[in-house]
């Protein structure tokens, strides 16, 4: 079925705003190696710098969303892009590690803002809501992969300065955009139902939906996403440093019209993009599999590459290369299932809630990896992919924890086209 013009303008809005949020989320592991030389710091100091722009963006999420429901998804998701485009004005004219720091807390602050704004947006205002919701994870997987890429480009012939200056301008375009389109933002909700759009959950309604929530297997289900968080965000943000730094990328020898352009980079960027197909396939299981299932395989999966990475960072470049390939692959192809988790095992009534929590664990408590990844690092590279490893085995015995039957905890069936894709 063809989109109406209302979903067509949402879905527009929404997958800028996703596609930026992850343009500006993945493009700063390629400014981390920038730093580390520019500013002759330690890695576990950056990696405490950094752990301080994402963090926010997961913690923010709850609050994030009762914003949103104060003040209007529309006008948050504009307050998200002007600010994420502004922090990274900020970075542009850092002069010191403190002034990076402070860049990357107001952009994790603001990009806090978007999920629980733009899922919300989506879920009241849009008719076909898989349509949208499968372009809106589509868009975000672009942002995923052009942001590095773009960062990695422009800093072959320009300062990291003006490329964090030049990484702002879409947001600012997307704030015009913004504010210029028209659309009903409680277009399908029912006639006489209030979005919620004027009405703000209260402290006890938010500790009373709370209890419920981690009251059902949602409670394992959060600490779960939180160890793929773990993983996650370890991985993404220190793999480019750690590719910078491998012979095979010492020894490779490109021609002189090509000096200046990072190998390490483009491998980062292409499992990013390979992480697509696995995002895709992923969802296509999910109803196949179940979720519990899903994530119990997939985590295996994962501790099997993180150890892997121990010897093959010591082989030649096509090595490195495949397995990074399939390492893009799986690790995108989790979401689904962890996403389609979080319908099947939650109370109907805490449905929504139970997004910002997840969002919490995911993008919030998953930050810490990058400050312990920093002081693994500075002992051991081997040690770092062991720590990484660990995550995953935990993620995958919790998992098997649900598939062994925890199920009674649920009170609430969910197709996976109810979870919405990050």
């Given at each position: ?12 809005f ?6 930026l ?32 722009g ?39 004219t ?6 990076i ?21 989506i ?27 773009v ?7 320009l ?9 702002a301008?879409p947001?600012f ?9 028209e ?33 059902s ?8 996403v ?5 993983y996650?965000?370890?991985m ?8 910078h730094?491998?012979?095979?990328m ?39 599999v ?125 197709t996976?086209?109810?979870?919405p894709?990050?």
């Open positions: 079925m063809a989109l109406n013009a209302n979903d067509r303008s949402i879905a527009g929404t997958m800028a705003g996703h596609a949020v992850h343009w500006f989320e993945t493009a700063i592991p390629i400014f981390l190696v920038v730093w580390l030389a520019e500013f002759d710091v330690s890695i576990a100091l950056l990696g405490l710098v950094v752990a301080l994402y963090a926010p963006f997961g913690i923010g999420a709850l609050p994030g969303g009762i914003l949103a429901d104060r003040y209007g998804t529309k006008r948050l998701i504009v307050l998200c892009l002007a600010g994420m485009s502004l922090a990274f004005l900020v970075l542009a850092s002069t010191s590690i403190y002034a720091a402070v860049g990357l807390l107001l952009w994790g602050i603001a990009a806090s803002i978007y999920h629980p704004a733009g899922l919300s947006l879920s009241t205002g849009v008719e076909e809501r898989g349509t949208v919701f499968a372009w809106h994870g589509i868009a975000g997987n672009a942002g995923i992969a052009l942001g590095p890429f960062a990695a480009t422009l800093l072959i012939f300062d990291w300065q003006y490329v964090a200056a030049i990484l301008a947001g375009l997307a704030v015009l955009y913004g504010l210029t389109a659309f009903d933002p409680t277009a399908a909700v029912e006639d006489g139902v209030d979005a919620g759009a004027d009405e703000a959950l209260s402290l006890s309604d938010l500790l009373d939906n709370s209890k419920a929530l981690f009251a297997a949602f409670a394992i289900v959060f600490v779960i939180t160890f793929e968080g773990l996650y965000r370890g993404l943000t220190y793999l480019p440093e750690i590719l730094g491998l012979p095979a010492d020894a490779l020898a490109l021609p002189d019209e090509l000096e200046g352009i990072e190998p390490a980079d483009y491998i980062y960027v292409g499992l990013l993009v390979v992480g697509m197909a696995g995002q895709y396939v992923g969802g296509k299981l999910t109803d196949r179940p979720p519990a299932r899903g994530m119990a395989v997939l985590f295996a999966i994962f501790a099997v590459l993180a150890l892997a990475f121990i010897p093959v960072t010591t082989m030649g470049l096509w090595a490195i290369v495949a397995l990074c390939g399939v390492f893009g692959f799986f690790l995108f192809a989790i979401q689904p299932f962890y996403q389609n988790a979080v319908a099947v095992y939650t109370p109907a009534d805490t449905r929504g809630l139970s997004y910002g929590y997840t969002y919490l664990g995911e993008f919030g408590l998953g930050a810490a990896s990058i400050a312990l990844g920093g002081f693994v690092l500075d002992v051991s590279l081997g040690w770092f992919f062991v720590m990484i490893a660990a995550f995953a085995f935990a993620g995958m015995l919790l998992s098997a924890v649900l598939v062994a039957g925890l199920d009674w905890f649920a009170d609430a069936k969910a996976p086209e109810t979870a894709d990050d």
